[in-house]
């Protein structure tokens, strides 16, 4: 059996075009065509594929083959990231042992909920019902990495739109929040994706603490992104669940 894989993303999908480079110079086989989101920031085109363009491509897929999506999934670090300056909190339920921050404006979990839904729906999950629509492919969701719990690193390596936004005057909100917000998307995100057939990769267990951060060594120089090393135990971790051998298209 022949099995194609595909990929289609934005940001996160960069630690996997790296790890695609890496093997390219070791001269190691890459099973996966890899595609970003082609659009323009501050002025610079990143990408190479725009959303309809690999629609096109993944037509004629077959059930045999996959196609993987990594797009978006920085909502959670848009919410949480920066320290509001009406410091807010609520209660996740799968971890009732973080409890709200004093001080805190405690905002109903239903409410937040409803909030991050209606922005996905709206938002990246018409485009991963795109992909879901164009092809008789398996469609394969990849969450985004988890937060980073080192402020520090947070402060000294955020991008461009924190800086934007005051993160240096306004400080980093605590781990505990980014956590939380992170776990509330996966959970709304895995409930849209399951609700049009479309499974979820979750991250690498071995990336995470045993909280669930993102370990350092898997840290890229930013605020919300992993590095190649991470990219390249999400590739392993498709190869091994959906590939038998590999042909690649375009």
């Not at 085109?45 to 309809?52: M, P, R, V």
């Not at 996905?120 to 485009?127: L, M, P, W």
């Not at 019902?129 to 402060?155: F, N, Q, S, Y």
Request: proline share 6%.
């Amino acid at each position: 059996m022949t099995n194609r894989i595909m990929l289609f993303g934005d940001s996160h999908s960069y630690a996997m075009q790296r790890a695609a480079e890496r093997r390219d110079k070791k001269r190691l086989e890459v099973p996966i065509a890899i595609h970003r989101l082609l659009k323009q920031k501050n002025d610079v085109i990143i990408g190479d594929t725009t959303l309809e363009q690999f629609v096109e491509k993944i037509r004629k897929l077959t059930p045999d083959d996959s196609v993987i999506s990594m797009i978006g999934g920085n909502q959670h670090a848009v919410f949480s990231t920066i320290q509001h300056p009406r410091p807010f909190d609520f209660l996740e339920p799968s971890r009732p042992d973080w409890v709200p921050a004093t001080g805190s404006e405690i905002i109903p979990y239903a409410v937040l909920r409803a909030n991050f839904a209606e922005g996905i729906a709206g938002g990246d999950g018409k485009s991963i019902m795109a992909l879901r629509d164009a092809t008789a492919a398996h469609v394969v969701h990849v969450l985004p990495p988890p937060p980073k719990r080192d402020t520090a690193h947070i402060l000294k390596h955020h991008e461009s739109k924190f800086a934007e936004d005051n993160i240096a005057k306004l400080g980093v909100s605590s781990a505990e929040l980014r956590m939380k917000c992170w776990i509330l998307q996966k959970d709304v995100l895995v409930k849209f994706c399951r609700k049009i057939d479309v499974e979820v990769m979750f991250p690498p267990e071995e990336a995470c603490d045993a909280d669930g951060f993102l370990l350092p060594e898997y840290y890229a120089n930013d605020a919300t992104h992993a590095n190649p090393s991470y990219g390249e135990l999400i590739m392993q971790k498709l190869e091994s669940r959906w590939l038998t051998r590999a042909a690649i298209g375009d």
